[in-house]
C-alpha cells in the first residue's frame, strides 16, 4: 500500500520465483507488478485464506487452487475450443504460480 495524493493504492507482485540467487541463474521466472485493484483486492483475500480468516470462493482475476482453479480452467477450455471452432485465435497461457487471465 502507498499513499498518492489523498488515496491509497495497492501494487501487487506476484511471481514463479522463490527469491532465491541460486535457483535464479537456473531457472526463468514469470512475474507480474501491477496496481490493477482487483488484482490487489484478490491477493489480499488470497493470503486471508491462506491464514484461514477467509474461506473465499470467489475472485475477481485470480485462479486459486483448489478453491476456483478447477472450475474456471472447465470454463477457459470450453471458451477456448469455442474460439478455436469458430477459427478465432484461442489459446491459454498458464504457469506454475496459476493461471493469468483477462476475466472482465
Given at each position: 500500500?502507498?499513499?498518492?495524493?489523498?488515496?491509497?493504492r495497492?501494487?501487487?507482485?506476484?511471481?514463479?520465483?522463490?527469491y532465491?540467487?541460486?535457483?535464479?541463474?537456473?531457472?526463468?521466472?514469470?512475474?507480474?507488478?501491477?496496481?490493477?485493484?482487483?488484482?490487489?483486492?484478490?491477493?489480499?483475500?488470497?493470503?486471508?485464506?491462506l491464514?484461514?480468516?477467509?474461506?473465499?470462493?470467489?475472485?475477481?482475476?485470480l485462479?486459486?487452487?483448489?478453491v476456483?482453479?478447477?472450475?474456471?480452467?472447465?470454463?477457459?477450455?470450453?471458451?477456448r475450443?469455442?474460439?478455436?471452432?469458430?477459427?478465432?485465435?484461442a489459446?491459454?497461457?498458464?504457469?506454475?504460480?496459476?493461471?493469468l487471465?483477462n476475466?472482465?
Amino acid at each position: 500500500m502507498r499513499r498518492e495524493g489523498q488515496t491509497l493504492r495497492r501494487y501487487v507482485h506476484i511471481a514463479t520465483g522463490n527469491y532465491n540467487p541460486t535457483s535464479s541463474s537456473t531457472y526463468t521466472d514469470l512475474g507480474i507488478f501491477t496496481a490493477d485493484e482487483a488484482i490487489g483486492e484478490d491477493a489480499t483475500e488470497f493470503f486471508n485464506y491462506l491464514t484461514a480468516y477467509s474461506k473465499q470462493k470467489d475472485y475477481r482475476k485470480l485462479l486459486v487452487s483448489p478453491v476456483n482453479l478447477p472450475r474456471e480452467t472447465d470454463q477457459l477450455d470450453r471458451a477456448r475450443d469455442r474460439h478455436a471452432k469458430a477459427g478465432r485465435p484461442a489459446r491459454i497461457i498458464a504457469s506454475s504460480i496459476g493461471w493469468l487471465t483477462n476475466k472482465s
